[in-house]
């Protein structure tokens, strides 16, 4: 496995957490 495959697996669900968090709260200023 390289690297990359295990940085992908450790940080890639907080990431798209946040990311959903800050999409959901600019949907709710936007509406």
Do not use: I, K
């Amino acid at each position: 496995m390289s690297l990359s495959f295990w940085f992908v697996c450790l940080f890639g669900p907080p990431l798209l957490q946040l990311y959903d968090l800050l999409s959901e709260r600019h949907t709710a200023t936007y509406f």
